[in-house]
């Protein structure tokens, strides 16, 4: 069994900043990629961000290029998620999963085990 637990959300203005941290425990001896995804309330979940195992590809929607950044520790066994210039339309839950088969970055249908969720607030 794999247990994944997010922390860092929290309340902040426009234009601030955030790093969320996804901790793995469990079966952390097989490699795995990892993802980031967000659900707004009323909306389904959507990706935010992936990558690789080895952390030489990272994927990130459009509405997050170049304000979010994916990166992982394997030896800490913890993936992270920095978010910069946030804007009021990134307030959501947001879910840290992670996959040991081959497969769509995007899908959340592709994703093994899922965190918990981190609230992820910003006022404008």
Not at 48 to 75: M, Q
């Given at each position: 069994q794999v247990q994944l637990v997010e922390s860092g959300g929290g309340l902040v203005q426009a234009g601030g900043s955030l790093r969320l941290a996804c901790?793995?425990?469990?079966?952390?001896?097989?490699?795995?990629?990892?993802?980031?995804?967000?659900?707004?309330?009323?909306?389904?979940?959507?990706?935010?961000?992936?990558?690789?195992?080895?952390?030489?590809?990272?994927?990130?929607?459009?509405?997050?290029?170049?304000?979010?950044?994916?990166?992982?520790?394997?030896?800490?066994?913890?993936?992270?998620?920095?978010?910069?210039?946030?804007k009021p339309e990134d307030t959501a839950v947001y879910y840290c999963a992670v996959r040991f088969a081959s497969g769509s970055v995007y899908r959340r249908s592709e994703y093994d085990y899922w965190g918990q969720g981190t609230q992820v607030t910003v006022s404008s």
């Open positions: 901790a793995v425990s469990g079966r952390t001896f097989s490699n795995y990629a990892m993802g980031w995804f967000r659900q707004a309330p009323g909306k389904e979940r959507t990706f935010v961000a992936g990558i690789s195992w080895s952390g030489g590809s990272r994927t990130y929607a459009d509405s997050v290029k170049d304000r979010f950044t994916i990166s992982r520790d394997n030896a800490k066994n913890t993936g992270y998620l920095q978010m910069t210039s946030l």
